[in-house]
């Protein structure tokens, strides 16, 4: 089975500055896909980032960008240039990429991120 | 683009009635699964369906039963409602061509 660990209860940052999230994870796959979801007060569960574990490359997405180490099971989210509108808990995922489990997501425990004016 | 459309949005029931959550996925998708999430906590895999058989089981109480319908649509139906079950129900529908999760906007149910 897969676990996902978000150590950061929260976390708060000024407005314009830049913030990390972070995540770890374990799994004895190979193939699997990585998330960061955003789900502000409405609750809405709102895809932030993803990234192919076969990818070296590290996904961007716009002011949004993930440090990916497949051999340290480790997969933050860096934000450049916080907007208040960025404040929500964060959610990292995880998700197989084959065989029965394919497109279960496995969550951590996630993180609210505050931005501050 | 359509969306994935769970209703109802909100729902209030007493302990030990029953509730019937709906997911209408994304046309074309053909898997479907199901999470709880908690009051300040994170989502928890109940159940999944694929091409209406159901595909895998997580941690849903036996009170608890679900389907998915010839137009892929599915139902999560809640029975002898407990405090406990208050919680944001989300449906999450794929098909194989796709590779993120499309999400609903969920279903509040509260239990009083």
């Known amino acids: 089975a897969q676990t996902v660990t978000q150590s950061q209860p929260e976390m708060s940052v000024q407005e314009a500055e830049t913030v990390t999230l972070s995540c770890t994870y374990d799994?004895?796959?190979?193939?699997?896909?990585l998330f960061w979801y955003k789900q502000p007060p409405s609750r809405q569960m709102i895809l932030v980032i993803r990234?192919?574990?076969?990818?070296?490359q590290n996904a961007t997405e716009n002011r949004f960008s993930v440090n990916f180490q497949k051999a340290a099971k480790s997969f933050s989210l860096k934000i450049s240039d916080s907007q208040l509108g960025d404040t929500a808990m964060y959610f990292c995922?995880?998700?197989?990429?084959?065989?029965?489990?394919?497109?279960?997501?496995?969550f951590g425990q996630g993180t609210i991120l505050t931005v501050h004016p | 683009a359509a969306g994935v459309i769970q209703s109802p949005r909100h729902l209030i029931k007493e302990k030990r009635e029953t509730a019937t959550l709906k997911c209408y996925p994304i046309?074309?998708?053909?898997?479907v699964y199901w999470y709880q999430q908690g009051p300040g906590q994170d989502p928890q895999f109940l159940i999944s369906?694929?091409?209406?058989?159901?595909?895998d089981k997580g941690s849903i109480p036996d009170r608890f039963s679900a389907q998915q319908f010839s137009d892929y649509h599915s139902e999560l139906n809640m029975s002898s409602l407990e405090l406990g079950d208050s919680a944001l129900y989300f449906c999450?529908?794929?098909?194989?061509?796709?590779?993120?999760?499309?999400f609903g906007q969920g279903t509040r149910l509260t239990v009083v």
């Open positions: 999450a529908t794929y098909n194989q061509m796709v590779t993120e999760a499309f």
């Open positions: 046309p074309r998708h053909d898997t």
């Open positions: 990234q192919e574990a076969y990818k070296q």
């Open positions: 369906f694929y091409e209406k058989m159901q595909s």
């Open positions: 799994t004895s796959e190979n193939n699997y896909y």
């Open positions: 995922a995880f998700m197989s990429a084959g065989g029965t489990s394919y497109g279960k997501l496995t």
